[in-house]
C-alpha cells in the first residue's frame, strides 16, 4: 500500500514538473524577443523568393491589381505594374527601399518613393487619392503567402510566389483573365458550407453577391473585390458560410481554377451552377438570351431557313433575312411577360429602304427539374398578329422554339457565352445579348 502511495505522489509530482518546463518554454521570451523572431522571420520570407506576385486592394470597396515586387536583402525593392489606373496601361518599373521595423506587431514599410508602389498612397487631386498605403503590418508570412494590411487606411495585400516568367506576359495574362472568366455578364455560383449564393459582375473585379434567384440589390449590396492571377483569383474579403453576417470567418482567399470550377482554399467551388436557374435570372434581369443562327441545328435551323425563303420571296428581295430570334423579359409595355422576338428586315418589292420588323410574341417560361420549358401564348401586338397569319413560316419557327429544353454550357466557366438548348429533333445555340431596350 505504502509503494502504491509512492508511485502516486511521484507521478503528480513529475506531472507539475512537466507543467512547469512547458510554462517557461511559453513565456521565457519577452515580448521584445518574440517580436524580433517575428520580424526575422518576415525578413526570411521577403527574401526567399526570386519574385512575388503581389495582389493590392487599395481600397478595399473596389478591385485589386496586379503587382511585380522583388525584395532584396540589402533593403532595396523593385516593383513593376501595368494597369489603366496608375500606369495608363504601360509597363512601369521601378526601384526603391524598404525596411522592417517594430510598431506593437512587425510592420513593412516602402520608406523611399517608388511610383509603382506609392502610386496607391498618393493623395491626387481629391486629396484622398486611392486610399493606398506604404506602410503594413504584416499579418502572416511563410513561404507560400504573405498577407499585409495598411496601418492607415487597411489596404490589403496578398504576396504569393512568382513563377519564372516575362513580367510582360504576367501582365497580360492577368488583365484579361476577368473578362475571360466572367465577361459578357456571367452569373457564377458559390457553393460553400451546403449554400448557394449567386456572384454577379465579375469582369468589373467586384463581385456582388446575392442569394440564389435573387436580384442584386440597388442599396447597398454585399460585395467582394476580386483581383485575377495566373491560376485563379483573390477575394479581397474572404468568403465564409454566414456571408451576409462576417465576411472574414473564414480564411478563404485564394480560389484556384480546376477544370472547370474554382476551388477554395476551404474547399468552396464557384462554377456556372444550375443552368436552368441561371437562365431564369439572366432574362429577369433583363438581359435575354439571343439565338446564334448560323450555330444551330436541327428544326429550328431549318425552320428559320424557311421563313428566310419565304420573306425573300414575298418581298422580291433577295437580301431579305432573318436578323434575329430572341427570348427575353419586357418589364415595361408587357409587365411581367416573357417574350419571344423575331426581329428580320428586307426591302418591299426589292426596292426602296430597308424595312426592320421586330415581332413580338408572348411565351410562358418555367424552369423545372433542371430544364427549361417554353409555351407560345399570343401575339404582344397587332403588328406580330399581322406577321404571324401572313407568314405561316412564323408560326413554324415559334413552335420549333415551344418545347422543353435540356441546357448545356458552351463555357461552363462562363455560361452567358453560350447555352445549348436542346431536344431530340433540335438544339438552339443562344448568348446572352438578345436584351429589350
Not at 448557394?196 to 460585395?223: C, M, Q, R, W
Not at 467582394?224 to 492571377?229: K, N, R
Not at 433542371?370 to 403588328?383: F, H, K, M, V
Amino acid at each position: 500500500m505504502k509503494a502504491k502511495y509512492l508511485f502516486i505522489a511521484v507521478a503528480v509530482v513529475s506531472l507539475f514538473s512537466a507543467c512547469n518546463r512547458d510554462e517557461k518554454s511559453l513565456f521565457d521570451q519577452s515580448a521584445a524577443e518574440r517580436s524580433q523572431l517575428a520580424l526575422d522571420n518576415a525578413q526570411k520570407m521577403l527574401v526567399a523568393h526570386d519574385s512575388w506576385e503581389m495582389l493590392y486592394f487599395a481600397n478595399r470597396e473596389s478591385r485589386g491589381y496586379n503587382v511585380v515586387v522583388k525584395f532584396f536583402s540589402n533593403g532595396k525593392v523593385i516593383a513593376s505594374a501595368q494597369n489603366a489606373l496608375t500606369t495608363k496601361n504601360q509597363l512601369v518599373t521601378d526601384s526603391s527601399t524598404w525596411v522592417l521595423r517594430n510598431d506593437y506587431g512587425p510592420i513593412i514599410s516602402f520608406d523611399t518613393y517608388n511610383k509603382v508602389l506609392h502610386a496607391w498612397a498618393d493623395p491626387q487631386e481629391d486629396g484622398d487619392g486611392y486610399l493606398g498605403d506604404y506602410e503594413f503590418l504584416i499579418l502572416e508570412a511563410n513561404a507560400n503567402r504573405i498577407m499585409l494590411k495598411g496601418k492607415k487606411h487597411s489596404a490589403y495585400i496578398i504576396l504569393r510566389p512568382m513563377p519564372k516568367m516575362e513580367i510582360a506576359d504576367y501582365f497580360k495574362t492577368c488583365n484579361s483573365q476577368l473578362s475571360k472568366y466572367f465577361g459578357n455578364d456571367a452569373i457564377m455560383t458559390l457553393y460553400q458550407g451546403g449554400n448557394a449564393y449567386y456572384l454577379h459582375n465579375g469582369a468589373s473585379g467586384i463581385f456582388t453577391l446575392t442569394a440564389v434567384g435573387k436580384p442584386v440589390p440597388e442599396v447597398d449590396p454585399v460585395i467582394y473585390p476580386i483581383c485575377p492571377t495566373l491560376d485563379g483569383f483573390v477575394v479581397c474579403y474572404a468568403f465564409n458560410s454566414t456571408l451576409y453576417m462576417d465576411r472574414g470567418s473564414v480564411m478563404e482567399h485564394l480560389f484556384t481554377l480546376t477544370g472547370d470550377k474554382f476551388v477554395g482554399e476551404g474547399g468552396s467551388t464557384i462554377s456556372a451552377g444550375d443552368l436552368s436557374t441561371l437562365f431564369m435570372t439572366y432574362i429577369s434581369n433583363n438581359k435575354g438570351w439571343k439565338a446564334d443562327l448560323t450555330a444551330s441545328t436541327g428544326t429550328f435551323a431549318d425552320a428559320a431557313s424557311a421563313f428566310t425563303e419565304a420573306l425573300v420571296a414575298q418581298s422580291k428581295d433577295s437580301k431579305a433575312k432573318l436578323s434575329s430570334v430572341a427570348i427575353t423579359y419586357s418589364g415595361t409595355e408587357l409587365i411581367g411577360k416573357y417574350v419571344l422576338r423575331v426581329k428580320f428586315e428586307y426591302k418591299k418589292n426589292g426596292q426602296g429602304t430597308k424595312q426592320n420588323i421586330t415581332a413580338d410574341y408572348v411565351i410562358a417560361l418555367k424552369s423545372q427539374n433542371g430544364n427549361i420549358g417554353l409555351t407560345y401564348l399570343e401575339p404582344a401586338s397587332d403588328l406580330a398578329t399581322t406577321w404571324y397569319n401572313q407568314f405561316p413560316e412564323m408560326g413554324a419557327l415559334i413552335n420549333t422554339v415551344m418545347h422543353t429544353f435540356t441546357l448545356s454550357a458552351v463555357d461552363q466557366l462562363n455560361p452567358t457565352k453560350g447555352l445549348s438548348l436542346n431536344t431530340s429533333a433540335t438544339s438552339i445555340v443562344v448568348s446572352g445579348n438578345g436584351n429589350l431596350k
